[in-house]
């Protein structure tokens, strides 16, 4: 079965998606995860063979979302369109944390105006402690970093940007 620790980040990782519902079954336990949306708490629970313990966790409900403005969406100026066309987005390929470097002690892999080839590595995403490296798949240059170091991401998030040569 899975440890405490396993645990939290597996919550983690359903805190940033829409799954309501998580079970998982082997022939000596049995794992389920629900999530009630709004003002309820999330509750965790884990109910294994009888020589271990149930474990139950109460987690902070997910935050309200803020209500949608009724005002009309602000239409950027002309020029930041047209510079944002040239810009390509390196998106995650999947749920997990984002890693910068291959290490703590690490540079990071780029930087803010550092040039890319399609196949540089530009981070890591971890999922399920596997270290997925994610490259540029494009040829320019880095002009912005979308994320932190250690967020968790979801699939299809914007991770950075960067501009075509």
Known sequence: MLTIYELRELVKLLEQTDVESFEVKNEDSRLSIKRRLGEQPVVVQAPVTPAKL??????????AEKPAS??????????????TENLYKITSPMVGTFYAAPAADAAPYVSVHDQVQPTTIVCIVEAMKLFNEIEAEVKGEIVQILVENGQLVDQGQPLFLVKRV
């Open 70 to 83: 009724s005002a009309a969406p602000v239409q950027p100026p002309a020029s930041q369109v047209e510079e």
């Open 54 to 63: 149930a474990v139950v966790t109460q987690v902070a409900p997910p935050k």
